[in-house]
Structure formats: C-alpha cells, structure tokens
C-alpha cells in the first residue's frame, strides 16, 4: 500500500500545475468493513472511513477535488459524485462499466474533477452493486469566496441523510433478488444520519440529536440516499422553506412537508420559532406500486432547543406526515418549485426531441426457483422497451475512446418501437422487454427534450429518473398519457425547476430539456436500484466540440483496467 500511495503521489503533483490558479481539496477515502449496530443486531457494513454514513465533504463553487479511493473491502467498488456535472471529465463520474471498470480489492484510483457553476448540496454514493445502501456522504459546495447566498445567511447548518437499513448483508438481498426474478426484500428501516430512531427497538440511544437556541434560522440539507424508496420528511410544528434542489437555487416557498425521491437533495431553512422543547423530525415512505410491499416504518431524529429545562425527557412531538400513497401532497409540493431566473435560458429550438416510456416489465420463463415473480415471471425493467445490459469486458466510456468493437450499439430507439395506451389496460404481448446495450448518440451544441411516460405495464409507479453529468430544466408534468400538442402549450419556459434527477408522476410523465454541452458517456437510469438491476437505464453518448474547452479530457494513468 505504501508503493500505491507514493505513486499516488507523483500522479498527483504532476497534475497540480494544471489547477495552480484554483483551491484544491484531497481527500482518501478507505473502503472498509466496519462493525455497527442497529436494530439490536452487530453486524459487518462496507463503509468509506469507518463512517455510516461516509465523510461530509465541503467545497466552494469553482474549487478542485482529488478523492483517492483506496478499496479494502471484499467488493468491487467505484463512487459517484451525484449531480456533479464533470465538465470534460467523465472518467471521474463513476458509474460502474459506464465510465469506469471498478476499483478491485486492493486497488485504487483517484477521482479528479472541479466544481463549475453549481452551488448547494449533492452527495456521493457507491456505483457499484447495490453498496450504496451504507457508502455514501453528503457535498456540502458553498459559494465562491466574497458571493453570497440568495437568501440571510443562517445561524446553523446541518446535512440530514436519509437512507434505508438491512439486517441481512445488502449484497446477499441483492444477490437473492436477481436469482429468484422476484422483488428484494424490503428494508428493515430507514435511518437520518444512519440511526432509525426512537420509533425503532435499540434504537434511542444512538437518535441524532440536533441542537438550535431560540429563534435562530437553521439550513437543513435533506439527501434522500435511501437505495429503493422515496420518502416525505416533516418536522413537528415547524414550516420548511424550500430555498434549493439538487444543487440549484429556487424561489423560496413555505411548506410543512417535502417529498424526496432517491437521489435527490432538498435545502429547506427552519426557524426555531416554537415553544422551546423537543421535536421530531421525521420520514417515511411514499409508495405508489399497486399492491406493492414496502417498508412502512418511520424514521426519527430530534430537534432540541438549548436550555431546556421542563420535560426536557419527554417524548417529542411527532409530525403528521401523509400517508404513504399521499400523491396529491407529492404533486402539489413540485408544483410549487420555480428556478431563479438566470442567463442560462431554456432552449426554445429543439434539436433531438426524444420520447422515454419507462417502467416495469415481465420475463416469460420456465417455474421453478429462479421464476418467483408475479405468476412465474422474473421481473425486468426498460426504457422504450429496451432492458439495459451493462457491459463487462470494459466500460462504455472506454470501449467509445478507444473505439473497442462489440461492447455497445448505437440503436437505441428515440421513441417507443410500439405506440399504446401507456398508462391503461396494456396487451400482455407489450410484458416483455428485449436485452440490449443500445446507446443514443447527440451532437455537442444540441437542445435535447425528452419526454419521459411511465407505463402500466406490471404497475404505474413514480420513477426518479437521473441524468449524469447534467442538470436540466423540467418544462412540464402532468398524468395519464403526454400529450404534444396540448400539454406542450402549457410547458413552462420562464421559471421552470433545474434538476439532476426527476420524479416521474405515478402514471404520468415529465418533459426535461438540457443542452448537449458536456462531452462523454452519461448513464439516464432510475434511481431505484432495484429498477436500475432489472435494466431501466440507457447512455447517451455527447460527441466533442471544436477545441480544448469541447473536448473531454483523456483517461488517467491510474483509470482502473477490468
């Protein structure tokens, strides 16, 4: 390891004069098995540092970042910077064989990328199998010295990472999943900051405490980690304002309670102005599969005002949070996000006008053990029908540098192969997708739409679709079946929301438009990882530009090899 880090070194030096007018940030990050207990179980968790969760890291719009990974687990490993856009730097995105071959036991490589353009909060997480169930930690990006945010600046500022909990070793529930066809097992619970809470056995004593003093303003930045599920989250008797999502400034608005999908963050300022005491902050699932099995637990942390003297033991208020099939509340909560208006307009002339169905499908097979889905099925899932195959001789990123034959093709369809009624009763022979790593090529410069229409097929749900190495506008949502010529004249091109993942409405669809600006492979997939394993993803391959500033950049010496 000594030899690993002095190499580490010199490659590190070497590249330092490129960022010589720019603050850089190192950091190692150790992939380890750690012991911890929850639930009243010890157990072995893969961790970054020892950490559940991992590291918070804070930097500053326009600073550069190299994070070695240095893999001492027993897995394969790789992390994703999530949301970060890799301005020319795909090869630090991280998701396994899109981007990169991952780190193997023993091995490391370090991530080098900087922060343009974008302030607030991301998170990191693990790309690889289904790790990131306990590998992943917050990005905290302030503005750039002497800027300021659009809003006071407040008293206190704290990350709140929500995330899913397994008794069992995620790996052996993922394993399980993908031999029997059937869906995983559900969570066990969900966590704030890796504790469940006090509604949970063994679980007071390790509750994550937050600590205010009357009257201040606190910056909560809410990262739903959580592997499966998304989640609402409220705290007792206190308004939220939303004044940030994933990493983009919005018009401030006041709520008491915010939907989260996997892999997005919500900034919200709370005031502490109640009557001094303790109260709950809390989550729990919104689920929309028909007749689906979830985790219908709740998660919990406290809110403590300093100084408390009477019933400083009490029990805590708990917030009313809806109920798990609340669509109306999720709805009306994105309805209420606009964007700050800014010189990066929305494009108005499309280029590639693309239409994504996606959602869940039904493989034919033999009964037997591997055939435990609905009715002796497996499930899969696609976009436009297409189940997404991930490679393994190499990554896409470098199978496309390098120009390797046989890893992908270039067919993937820019609308639906069959036209239906989406969101109805769909004919059964429409079940099952076809296996295939098709890619979808776009012209550097491009104005790119989609339109992305959840189906019906086993049941509607609500997607978090995520893009890679961008952020877009989302000009429209809506249910039932898109539209194009009546829901297209009510898009919003003034003030519509910058995302880098979209909730897609539980048997409706979003439209998103983003410019083809950033060269490279960028995986689109579902932020479930259950979905993500059954194929519904695809890439987009974004050709360079005309010189150095559209062009990406070369691969590292130490890009790890499969």
């Known amino acids: 390891m000594d030899n690993c880090i002095s190499c580490l070194i010199v490659v590190i030096l070497s590249l330092l004069s490129t960022f010589a007018n720019a603050e850089f940030h190192y950091h190692e990050f150790i992939v380890q098995e750690t012991s911890v207990t929850r639930l009243c179980r ?12 991992g590291p918070t890291l804070t930097v500053r719009n326009g600073d550069t970042l190299f994070v070695t990974v240095v ?13 970060i856009r890799q301005m020319r730097t795909p090869w630090a995105d991280g998701p396994e064989y899109v981007t990169q071959c991952p780190i ?10 900087t922060i343009e353009n974008q302030e607030g909060t991301l998170w990191w997480h693990a790309h690889s199998k289904w790790l990131r169930a306990t590998v992943y930690g917050a990005l905290v990006i302030l503005p750039k010295q002497g800027s300021n945010f659009p809003f006071s600046l407040p008293q206190k500022d704290f990350p709140v990472l929500l995330g ?46 937050y600590l205010v003093n009357p009257g201040e303003s606190v910056l909560l930045r809410v990262i739903n980690a959580a592997l499966n599920q998304q989640l609402f989250f409220s705290v007792a008797n206190h308004m939220l304002t939303v004044v940030g999502i ?34 709950y902050m809390a989550a729990r699932a919104y689920a929309t599969v028909r007749n689906g099995q979830f985790d219908n637990t709740t998660t919990t942390a406290i809110l403590e005002y300093t100084n408390v003297n009477s019933g400083a033991n009490s029990r805590p208020l708990l917030p009313q949070l809806p109920a798990f099939n609340d669509t109306a509340t999720a709805t009306a909560f994105a309805n209420q ?52 195959v991930f490679p393994r001789r190499t990554s896409l990123l470098q199978a496309y540098y390098q120009n390797i034959p046989g ?52 049941s509607t749900e609500d997607h978090p679709i995520h893009l890679h190495g961008y952020h877009f506008w989302v000009v429209g949502q809506g249910f039932g079946n898109f539209n194009p010529q009546t829901d297209s004249a009510n898009f919003n091109l003034i003030d519509p929301p910058v995302r880098n993942t979209i909730d897609v409405p539980v048997g409706g669809w979003a439209v998103i438009r983003f410019v083809a600006d950033n060269p490279g492979v960028w995986l689109f ?24 500033k559209q062009t990406m950049e070369p691969p590292p010496p130490d890009l790890p090899q499969c």
């Open 42 to 53: 010890t157990k072995n968790i893969i961790t970054v540092n020892g950490q559940f969760p």
């Open 71 to 83: 893999n001492r687990a027993r897995y394969n490993v790789t992390i994703h910077w999530h949301g």
């Open 104 to 113: 193997r036991p023993g091995g490391f490589y370090t991530y080098r990328f």
């Open 164 to 209: 899913e909990w397994w008794n069992r070793d995620i790996i052996v529930v993922q394993r399980q999943a993908q031999f029997t066809g059937a869906a995983p097992n559900n969570s066990d619970a969900y966590t704030i900051n890796g504790q469940p809470g006090d509604l949970y056995r063994c679980s007071t004593q390790g509750t994550v405490k």
């Open 246 to 279: 994933d990493a983009t400034y919005n018009k401030p608005f006041t709520t008491n309670v915010i939907m989260v999908g996997p892999g997005q963050t919500t900034n919200v300022i709370l005031t502490a102005n109640q009557s001094p005491g303790r109260y």
């Open 337 to 388: 996000l606009r964007s700050i208006p800014s010189n990066n307009r929305v494009p108005n002339q499309i280029d590639e006008n693309l239409f994504f169905t996606v959602g869940l499908g039904l493989v034919n097979c033999t009964p037997g053990p591997r055939c435990q889905g609905p009715n002796n099925t497996r499930f899969a899932a696609s976009m436009n029908n297409i189940s997404f």
């Open 407 to 458: 890893i992908y093709t270039l067919d993937f369809p820019p609308v639906p192969p069959v036209q239906f009624d989406y969101t109805g009763n769909v004919s059964r022979g429409l079940w099952q997708p076809r296996f295939g790593t098709k890619l979808y090529k776009l012209k550097f410069g491009s104005n790119v739409q989609i339109v992305l229409q959840d189906t019906a097929i086993f």
């Open 525 to 548: 997939h579902c932020h479930i990882d259950s979905h993500l394993a059954w194929g519904l993803g695809m890439a987009f391959i974004v050709e360079n530009g005309i010189g150095e």
